[in-house]
């Protein structure tokens, strides 16, 4: 469980960062925020922290010394489900698709400023809450103005039933499924065609854009699944 305060509700931020300039300026301003922050400066001690103490969430920078941050990352990952949100420099060779694959929930590039940070580690939290607020059971999932009856195979939209094909409907599935993840092109297709597909990865595209066409308000511009450029989609979770 996260570790929370009983007056306030300050945030835990285990902060895997070994450049001293942004070490100090990022507890300062993270601190200011409401956030605690804990600082390690190699992979290692990242490790090390992160099984004697609770955190709410991990940001992780890629290159430290003894130990990659992706390697931090699955070690992380191996033993809890704490948000982790990837730092990457300007210019590194970033493998996102990776990235999302081994388990961290969103990616910030250096230079960045401090609201923009903050503002995603709130997204990330959110997103959280919200999924364990994601009424699923075998038979059914609702999120916001969605609900699929997974038995019926049916799906209605602020109550109103809307006609969905076999494979729309394990897309769209899919999604509910992981409110607010990266779901990458090479998982969905994998997960709704099966690994052994090789048409057209447009397909893919296609589908999306008809699901788009029922459930957004605007199709053209989507609130509920958005679009990551050159990694796949995410279905958004919107502030309650
Ligand atoms: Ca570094």
């Not at 450049?19 to 490790?47: H, K």
């Not at 923009?116 to 999120?143: F, G, K, P, Q, Y």
């Not at 992981?178 to 099966?194: F, H, M, Q």
Request: aromatic residues 4%; proline residues 3%; neutral net charge.
């Amino acid at each position: 469980m996260a570790k929370k305060r009983s007056s306030e509700k300050r945030v835990s931020v285990l902060l895997v960062e070994d450049e001293e300039s942004f070490v100090d300026a990022l507890t300062i301003g993270l601190n200011r925020e409401g956030f605690d922050v804990a600082v390690a400066r190699d992979g290692q001690q990242a490790i090390t922290l992160f099984a004697k103490d609770t955190y709410d969430i991990v940001l992780l920078d890629l290159m430290l010394p003894k130990m990659s941050g992706l390697d931090v990352c699955r070690a992380i990952r191996s033993t809890s489900e704490v948000p982790i949100i990837i730092v990457s420099a300007k210019g590194e060779e970033v493998d996102m698709v990776l990235m999302l694959e081994i388990g961290a929930d969103d990616y910030v590039t250096k230079p960045y400023r401090l609201r923009e940070l903050v503002a995603r580690i709130r997204a990330v939290l959110r997103r959280r809450e919200s999924h364990e607020n994601v009424m699923a059971s075998d038979d059914e999932i609702t999120l916001g103005p969605i609900r699929m009856d997974i038995d019926a195979r049916r799906c209605y939209v602020n109550g109103v039933e809307i006609k969905l094909r076999k494979k729309e409907f394990a897309l769209l599935r899919l999604l509910l499924e992981n409110p607010g993840r990266v779901l990458t092109r090479e998982v969905l297709i994998d997960r709704v065609w099966g690994s052994d597909y090789v048409g057209d990865t447009k397909t893919l595209d296609v589908h999306i854009k008809r699901l788009r066409s029922l459930i957004e308000d605007d199709p053209k511009n989507p609130e509920h699944i958005s679009t990551v450029r050159g990694v796949g989609y995410r279905y958004e979770v919107m502030k309650p």
